[in-house]
C-alpha cells in the first residue's frame, strides 16, 4: 500500500542490513517511526506492546522473530537447545492471534531440515518472506472475494453510496497487504464502488481513530469517526449497509475472536438485520478449537491502557490519566462472537457460513 506516494508494508527486510524492520504502529497518526527488530527481545517488545498488531502481522512478525532468534544464537554445544528457547519466547508472547504459534511453527518444520546454523538462518529467512508474501496474497483475494458482497450492496443501492461499519484495524497495517476487513473495501474503491467507512474508535487503544482512520484516509477512502457506542445508533437509523471486521481467532464451527467490542456490533447487526461478515485468512483459523468461549484464551492487558489515553499536543506523544488516580480498571483485549450471529466468513477461498460444515467445504483438507 502507499503512504504519501511511497510503497509501504509495516514489516520488511531490508536487504542491505538483512534487519528485519516494522513501522512502529503506537505513534501513528502522528508520526511515521521505524524500528529495528535485532534481537529476540526486540521482536518481543514489538509485539507486547503493539509496535505491531493484527493477527496476521503478528504471524509475519513471530515468522520474522525466528530468523532473527537464529541470527542471534551462536555455535556452541547447546546452540538448538537456546534457538529453540528463542522461538518459544516469541510463541507465547500474545495468546489469543493463533497466526503467532502458527507461523513460528511454520518456519521451525522448515528449518529443522538443517544441520548447519548458517543453512537454518537462511531456510528462516526464506520461509518468513513466503509467509508474509502469502499473507498479502491472501489477504488480496480476501478482498476479490468481498467485492462482490459490497458490489451487490452497491447494485440494490442503484450506486449509492455503501455504507461499511468496521472495528478495530483489520487494515494492510494489521496484516502486510491489503487487510482482511479492508481488503473488500479497498477493492471495492479501486472499482469505482461509492464506499463510506464508519470508523469505531476502538477503545482502550484507539485503534479505528489512529490507525484505520489514517489509512483510509491516505487511500482517499470518504470515513468517519464514531465512539464505540454508536453503532448501534447508527444501525436503527438505516446508517450502517454492512458491518466488516477482522479476527485474531476463528474456530473450526465459525467462533469469532475479535477486538473487544465485536460481539456488541454482532447484537446490534443483529437486532437491526444488517450483515455481519468476519474477513480472515486461513492462518486465523484454530482447527483445533470448538467452542469459542471454552477454547480461546483471551489476553489480559496492562489496566492502565485504560486508565490513559494517547495524543499529540503540540507536536509531542503525551499519555493523559483519565480516570480518578486510586480507581482501577480491567483490560480483556478480545471478546468472542459466536457463529450464529456471523452472516459469512470471508477468506482467500471464498465466503462461507460460519459453520463446520461450510468451513470445510473451503477447506476440506482439515477434517
Known amino acids: 500500500m502507499k503512504v504519501d506516494g511511497r510503497q509501504m508494508r509495516p514489516i520488511w527486510l531490508d536487504e542491505i542490513s538483512q534487519t528485519v524492520k516494522v513501522i512502529d504502529q503506537r505513534q501513528l497518526p502522528h508520526r511515521l517511526v521505524i524500528a529495528e527488530l535485532t534481537t529476540v527481545d526486540k521482536v518481543i517488545t514489538a509485539i507486547q506492546d503493539m509496535y505491531v498488531r493484527g493477527a496476521p502481522l503478528i504471524g509475519a512478525t513471530g515468522a520474522y522473530g525466528v530468523y532473527v532468534a537464529a541470527l542471534n544464537t551462536r ?13 518459544d519466547r ?108 464508519w470508523v469505531d474508535e476502538t477503545r482502550p487503544l484507539n485503534q479505528g481513530a489512529r490507525l484505520t482512520a489514517w489509512e483510509l484516509g491516505k487511500h482517499g477512502i470518504k470515513h468517519t469517526i464514531v465512539t464505540d457506542n454508536a453503532g448501534g445508533h447508527l444501525m436503527q437509523h438505516g446508517m450502517v449497509d454492512m458491518v466488516i471486521v477482522g479476527t485474531d481467532r476463528t474456530t473450526r464451527t465459525g467462533d469469532v475472536a475479535n477486538k473487544i467490542g465485536t460481539y456488541l456490533k454482532a447484537l446490534a447487526a443483529r437486532d437491526n438485520d444488517i450483515p455481519f461478515y468476519v474477513a480472515l485468512p486461513s492462518s486465523t483459523f484454530d482447527w483445533q478449537a470448538f467452542d469459542g468461549l471454552k477454547d480461546i484464551p483471551i489476553e489480559e492487558r496492562d489496566p492502565n491502557e485504560v486508565r490513559y489515553v494517547q495524543g499529540d499536543d503540540a507536536g509531542s506523544l503525551r499519555k493523559v490519566l483519565i480516570s480518578p488516580p486510586d480507581s482501577s480498571a480491567a483490560n480483556p483485549a478480545f471478546d468472542v462472537t459466536p457463529a450464529n450471529l456471523v452472516t459469512g466468513l470471508i477468506t482467500e477461498r471464498g465466503v462461507c457460513r460460519a459453520d463446520e460444515n461450510d468451513i470445510l467445504r473451503l477447506f476440506p483438507e482439515h477434517p
Not at 76 to 85: G, R, Y
Open 75 to 87: 555455535v556452541s554445544s547447546n546452540d538448538e537447545a537456546f534457538f529453540l528457547k528463542e522461538c
Open 90 to 197: 516469541i510463541k507465547s508472547v500474545r495468546p489469543t492471534a493463533v497466526n503467532l504459534a502458527w507461523a513460528v511453527d511454520t518456519v521451525l518444520a522448515e528449518v529443522s531440515q538443517n544441520e548447519t546454523l548458517a543453512d537454518k538462518t537462511n531456510t528462516a529467512k526464506a520461509a518468513a518472506a513466503r509467509i508474509a508474501e502469502l499473507e498479502a496474497e491472501n489477504c488480496r483475494q480476501i478482498g476479490v472475494a468481498g467485492l462482490e458482497l459490497v458490489k451487490a450492496v452497491s447494485e440494490a443501492k442503484n450506486g449509492d453510496t455503501v455504507h461499511i461499519l468496521t472495528h478495530c484495524n483489520a487494515g494492510w497495517l494489521a496484516c502486510v497487504e491489503y487487510g482482511t476487513a479492508t481488503a473488500p473495501i479497498y477493492a471495492a474503491f479501486e472499482k469505482g464502488i461509492d464506499v463510506h467507512v
